[in-house]
């Protein structure tokens, strides 16, 4: 089994910035397609940046331009960079991966926090 362990969390003020690392362990794992989400309170998990196979990138609208997500093939880590953070980016941030066995993005982290106050 994959498992995913996200990091980086924590509480910034608003116009701060903040990188969360995702990585990736276990006996079967190749990286290729990753995903962050995010999950705010009483609000639906939401899909917030995607990086494909191939490379090609897909960002939420809310997060266009102040976010970049990206990865390193040789340490099986997804990162996801978060600058001019506003209270609105506050949330819980899962990593979602692709699993080749299934073809399904079932592969899941326990998530961090990232609070945006000032």
């Known amino acids: 089994q994959v498992q995913l362990v996200e990091s980086g969390g924590g509480l910034v003020q608003p116009g701060g910035s903040l990188r969360l690392s995702c990585a990736a362990s276990?006996?079967?794992?190749?990286?290729?397609?990753m995903r962050w989400y995010r999950q705010a309170p009483g609000k639906q998990r939401e899909l917030v940046a995607a990086?494909?196979?191939?490379?090609?990138?897909n960002y939420a609208d809310s997060v266009k331009g102040r976010f970049t997500i990206s990865r390193d093939n040789a340490k099986n880590t997804v990162y996801l960079q978060m600058n001019s953070l506003k209270p609105q980016d506050t949330a819980v941030y899962y990593c979602?991966?692709?699993?080749?066995?299934?073809?399904?993005?079932?592969?899941w982290g326990q998530g961090t926090q990232v609070t945006v106050s000032s």
């Open positions: 979602n991966a692709l699993n080749p066995l299934s073809g399904e993005y079932d592969y």
């Open positions: 276990g006996s079967i794992f190749s990286i290729d397609a």
């Open positions: 990086l494909h196979s191939a490379g090609s990138t």
